[in-house]
């Protein structure tokens, strides 16, 4: 294709541009003069078109990043509520501190520890000279009675394993 090279006047009407607009992109090395002051055609409207792409993706640039900082915001408001709400649980006691939590079955595994520890004192006596199968008799009743008391007045009992 062969430019058609035109003043810089007839250029800014074709393109919808001003005059100063196809200077500053002379000025820019965005576009060429020739030794007679004529730009090509196809370039100023090559420039033009790239600009407006330009912009264009700019402008969605824009749009994209308004879009994020919405989203961002957004999700921000729902992080903050949640906090709101834990908090509000934790004003009324209704959450327990993961401290609470770590102590209370500390104590418990210490309370069970003692009572499997009489257990097998208690035990002892009563196994001396037992066959296999009495064993695993008391064994079994030791057990469940073991259990029974746990699942009724809990491993703690009176907070003294008791």
Do not use: H, P
Not at 29 to 49: P, T
Not at 64 to 88: F, W
Not at 132 to 144: N, T
Request: glycine fraction near 4%.
């Amino acid at each position: 294709m062969q430019d058609n090279w035109v003043t810089i006047t007839r250029a800014a009407k074709e393109c919808g541009v001003s005059n100063k607009k196809i200077k500053n992109l002379i000025k820019n090395k965005l576009i060429s003069i020739n030794k007679d002051g004529k730009v090509s055609l196809e370039q100023v409207r090559a420039v033009l078109e790239a600009e407006k792409e330009m912009k264009m993706a700019k402008i969605k640039e824009e749009q994209d990043y308004t879009e994020l900082i919405k989203r961002a915001n957004a999700k921000y408001r729902v992080e903050k509520a949640k906090l709101v709400e834990l908090q509000r649980k934790e004003k009324e006691r209704l959450l327990i501190k993961r401290k609470e939590v770590e102590n209370l079955l500390v104590e418990i595994a210490n309370s069970f520890k003692k009572k499997l520890y009489s257990w097998r004192a208690k035990l002892a006596a009563r196994l001396e000279k037992k066959t296999k199968a009495q064993i695993f008799k008391i064994l079994d009743e030791e057990i469940e009675e073991l259990l029974n008391d746990i699942s009724e007045k809990g491993l703690l009992g009176d907070k003294n394993g008791n």
